[in-house]
């Protein structure tokens, strides 16, 4: 009786979270309902991307803030539930859930400022810019998906082994979307995307899982 108190109080934050992630996508479309669209199907669109590149928006406007809190938010929701699936002696309650969303928010903030910088240090923003923007326009679009099936999981008998392999699915169908819409870019230089990927992408999230697992 008490491990299940525990169990419960350590949850009770998960609601509040919840309602704060529908609360800025409720901002998001009053904002701009088409591009709220946009962001959630752009796995499946690409022509939403190129629209976006060519709009070549500023990712620091208050939109794009938004949506960059409201992924890392569902991120570390969702490594929450899965880090303690993993480890017996995890407790998931709001303090974890933080240290974790810092974490998140930490990693995605320095990524992002090192990227700008690279690419005003060699010029080269023009080639990368739908690389980059598709990017994070697909794990803006998984992230969607991810609180949904979060949800889910939360509200019905599903394990958190269903919700791994669910969420591993849509990481999986991002990095396939991503490699095949820039495929002409990745293979043309693919000896500085190898170095990119291990540098930027491999080697952090490693240290990361690292850290807290």
């Known amino acids: 009786m008490q491990a299940l108190e525990k169990i419960a109080v350590n949850t009770n934050w998960i609601p509040i979270v919840l309602v704060f992630l529908f609360a800025i996508i409720a901002v998001l479309k009053v904002l701009?309902?088409?591009?709220?669209?946009?962001?959630?199907?752009?796995?499946?669109?690409?022509?939403?991307?190129?629209?976006?590149?060519?709009?070549d928006t500023s990712f620091f406007s208050?939109?794009?803030?938004?949506?960059?809190?409201?992924?890392?938010?569902?991120?570390?929701?969702?490594?929450?539930?899965?880090?303690?699936?993993?480890?017996?002696?995890?407790?998931?309650?709001?303090?974890?859930?933080?240290?974790?969303?810092?974490?998140?928010?930490?990693?995605?903030?320095?990524?992002?400022?090192?990227?700008v910088a690279l690419m005003k240090l060699f010029l080269i923003k023009k080639q990368v810019r739908f690389y980059i923007v598709s990017k994070f326009s697909y794990l803006y679009?998984?992230?969607?998906?991810?609180?949904?099936?979060?949800?889910?999981?939360?509200?019905?008998?599903?394990?958190?082994?269903?919700?791994?392999?669910?969420?591993?699915?849509?990481?999986?169908?991002?990095?396939?979307?991503?490699?095949?819409?820039n495929k002409n870019l990745i293979f043309s230089e693919l000896f500085y995307f190898i170095l990119y990927i291990c540098a930027f992408e491999i080697a952090p999230l490693i240290t990361l899982f690292k850290l807290m697992l």
């Open 141 to 181: 679009s998984i992230s969607f998906f991810l609180l949904i099936f979060f949800v889910i999981f939360q509200f019905s008998p599903l394990n958190a082994s269903t919700f791994r392999y669910i969420a591993f699915g849509l990481f999986f169908l991002r990095f396939v979307f991503h490699l095949g819409n």
């Open 62 to 115: 208050f939109f794009y803030s938004l949506l960059f809190v409201f992924s890392s938010t569902v991120l570390a929701l969702c490594l929450s539930l899965l880090i303690s699936e993993k480890k017996a002696d995890y407790s998931l309650d709001f303090s974890s859930f933080s240290t974790i969303l810092g974490v998140v928010f930490g990693y995605f903030i320095v990524k992002s400022l090192l990227e």
């Open 32 to 55: 701009d309902a088409e591009k709220l669209k946009g962001y959630v199907f752009a796995l499946f669109n690409r022509g939403f991307i190129e629209d976006e590149v060519e709009e």
